[in-house]
């Protein structure tokens, strides 16, 4: 395929009523990705139909299928990676070197996914009376991913690969900022022998698309990553019969110990802040410094921060990217220019950097606030972006509270050489990612992903671990008499 289109009852169209919008390299605004379909209502229930009369073959396809077309997928995946990962870079904006490794990742996903495709297993239960008591699992029937811009490929295979393992039929809407990513995956599936109509890619942006969407009774379940307010609005308009996984947002601490080497706590920080251009739900957004290393910590934050070279990600010499549109580009612009007029003090921004911003596109440069105030809206507020705030605090109780007092618990951080305190900061912190001496960012494909409060819905963990395929599947109790 090359014209942007929709994937809707098994062929590829144009949006019901010809709309369409324009997507732009955020690095070059004038190197134009493609005008792809603007869907609306009548789209989406155009997928929905379609996929609703094609997923119950695939699901009386045997698990051996199934695992056959996903590591094809994932074939087909590595057979063409460095062309995949050039034009991700085009798209969302990440270096090559990030871009390259997401579609690693995304095929891994799929393999993984794939060998779980005969693990959907049921049970026999002890039967007072005559016959047999037994569980099965079958598929919830069309599962709708919904899935962001930042990890546009690895976040949605490990949504539709669990998704297809288990026999679904799936219903993709990507962001609007990377539809070509969500195009490339539907054309890799549909090769690797996924059979027509069982997936949907809806293309666009709007709530009616969204709603429609959320709000079909014959849609089960809906798998979704993205912003707490989107998040809160798909979980009204879902219902209660419908089963819901909501990956949010973070604010998420790194706490540095007295005993920490300040080089060390530093690299782990500015890691976590600035890779992926801030652009990453795990993102350190804040670091929590105890004891009088904390000047030495700021010194080789901002060292590290003024080092990046920005520009486009395709250029082997640039190390961090631009944000991925200039909404985000406006955001994070207006976030730094609220904590000037608070009065905090910047350590490093545009004007600190070892090599200058680049003319043109959405970018950023790294930016450190230092002696931050827990009340400070940088302190509270997601900000997804290059921007880091390092504040103080007088004890280790101190820093658990200022890390623990936001509304979000995806990820946290602790760098310390006592394992002790290590060990007291995986159980004290409120977080559902906890990490000792590495970056929050980062996290294992075959290890539970989620978090608590605005961070996830906390229901159904997403990516791996036990019971990470039951989101996929329903229970059904059954007594056998004869």
């Known amino acids: 395929m090359s014209a942007p289109l929709n994937y809707i009852g098994g062929r590829w169209q144009a949006a019901l009523d010809g709309g369409s919008f324009e997507r732009r390299n955020p690095a070059d605004p004038s190197d134009l990705i493609g005008a792809f379909p603007a869907s609306k209502a009548a789209d989406a229930l ?98 709708l991913a919904i899935t962001p811009w930042n990890f546009p490929v690895s976040i949605p295979s490990r949504k539709i690969g669990p998704a297809l393992a288990t026999g679904n039929g799936v219903i993709y809407k990507p962001s609007e900022l990377t539809p070509l990513a969500g195009q490339r995956m539907v ?56 089963r819901l996984q909501l990956e949010m947002g973070g604010k998420n601490p790194c706490v540095v110990l007295a005993d920490a080497d300040p080089a060390r706590a530093a690299q782990i920080a500015a890691q976590g802040a600035f890779s992926l251009t801030g652009q990453a739900c795990t993102a350190t957004s804040r670091v929590l410094v105890v004891g009088d290393i904390y000047d030495a910590v700021v010194r080789e934050i901002v060292a590290r921060a003024r080092a990046y070279r920005l520009g486009n990600g395709l250029d082997p010499q640039v190390t961090m990217g631009p944000l991925a549109s200039e909404a985000q580009q406006r955001k994070v612009e207006d976030m730094i220019a609220a904590g000037k007029a608070e009065g905090l003090r910047v350590a490093c921004g545009a004007q600190d950097l070892d090599s200058p911003l680049p003319p043109q596109g959405h970018f950023v440069a790294p930016t450190v606030f230092v002696d931050v105030p827990p009340s400070s809206r940088l302190s509270r507020e997601e900000i997804f972006g290059p921007v880091v705030c390092v504040s103080r605090a007088a004890s280790y109780e101190e820093a658990i509270a200022q890390a623990n007092a936001v509304d979000y618990g995806l990820a946290a ?58 989101f996929y599947t329903r229970t059904k109790s059954v007594y056998l008499a004869t």
């Open 413 to 470: 951080s602790i760098v310390t050489r006592d394992m002790g305190r290590a060990l007291a900061f995986a159980a004290d912190i409120d977080a559902g990612i906890v990490k000792v001496n590495s970056a929050t960012g980062g996290v294992a494909l075959n290890a539970p992903f989620g978090g608590f409060k605005h961070s996830s819905n906390q229901t159904n963990k997403e990516q791996a671990g036990h019971g990470v395929m039951d």
């Open 46 to 143: 155009a997928a929905i139909e379609g996929v609703d009369g094609a997923r119950r073959a695939w699901a009386a396809t045997d698990a051996e299928q199934r695992q056959r077309v996903l590591e094809r997928t994932a074939d087909l995946i590595l057979a063409r990676l460095d062309a995949l990962a050039r034009e991700l870079t085009r798209e969302e904006g990440k270096v090559l070197a990030s871009a390259t490794q997401e579609w690693r990742r995304t095929a891994a996903n799929f393999r993984l996914y794939a060998s779980e495709a005969h693990r959907t297993l049921g049970e026999t239960f002890a039967n007072s009376g005559a016959g047999v008591t037994y569980s099965v699992r079958e598929p919830v029937g069309i599962v």
């Open 187 to 242: 054309e890799l599936l549909l090769e690797a022998g996924l059979p027509p109509g069982v997936i949907a890619l809806v293309q666009g942006y709007g709530a009616d698309v969204g709603d429609t969407l959320v709000g079909s009774a014959k849609v089960g379940a809906v798998t979704f990553t993205g912003s707490y307010p989107t998040g809160r609005r798909i979980h009204q308009a879902a219902g209660p019969d419908k």
